[in-house]
């Protein structure tokens, strides 16, 4: 059995390891390897590929280790219920430091105490989720309400006309929208979004 220990931090200037040394030590109490999974990603995000990369690797038996469910989570409710279902479809413990009834799924082998503490764990899990996405959107509105007094316009992102340019270029040489995005660096979206303007 291996414990797979996933920190988060939502920007690069943000240190994601700062919680590495309290997990490496709880993860001593815990038979069996370490693997570290360190990520600078939001949490809002469902598609994050160092979670991905963790999920992939995992194996039935396993531990996901996490401070707390806020660097696990900051999802709406119907993602993490998709990230919730991927983690039990690999059969993965979750074990979350700052939520000590986590702690006894790694001991615990009667499998009535296991489904008692899965059931109690399910719902704490899911109301500190909640609790995490809904604090993130509070502060998102108290920046913005900060800007609209602090009297702040955002100018918006500028368009690349070069880019544009090479697009409508690419898109009359009939390469697809796949191969028009790639070859010029932007998403297929953005593609779409220039061609509907011709």
Do not use: C, W
């Not at 370490?34 to 963790?54: C, H, M, Q």
């Not at 074990?95 to 009834?101: E, K, N, S």
Request: hydrophobic letters at 35%.
């Amino acid at each position: 059995m291996t414990t797979r220990i996933y920190v988060r931090a939502s920007t690069k200037d943000q240190d994601a390891e700062r919680a590495l040394d309290d997990l490496r030590e709880f993860a001593k109490s815990i038979k069996g390897d370490v693997n570290e999974y360190i990520e600078n990603e939001s949490g809002t995000k469902l598609d994050r590929p160092v979670l991905n990369k963790l999920l992939d690797d995992s194996e039935n038996g396993d531990t996901l280790l996490v401070e707390s469910v806020d660097r696990l989570s900051r999802l709406s409710q119907s993602d993490f219920d998709v990230l919730k279902g991927r983690i039990k479809e690999k059969g993965l413990k979750l074990v979350v430091a700052d939520l000590p009834t986590t702690h006894m799924l790694v001991s615990s082998n009667d499998t009535i105490t296991s489904s008692i503490l899965n059931l109690v764990n399910n719902m704490l899990i899911d109301l500190l989720a909640t609790m995490a996405r809904l604090d993130n959107e509070k502060r998102k509105e108290r920046i913005k309400q900060g800007l609209v007094r602090s009297g702040y316009k955002p100018s918006g992102k500028k368009a690349d006309l070069t880019k544009h340019d090479r697009i409508k270029e690419l898109n009359a040489k009939g390469l697809t929208k796949e191969e028009i995005a790639k070859a010029v660096g932007v998403g297929v979206a953005t593609v779409y979004r220039v061609l509907k303007k011709i």
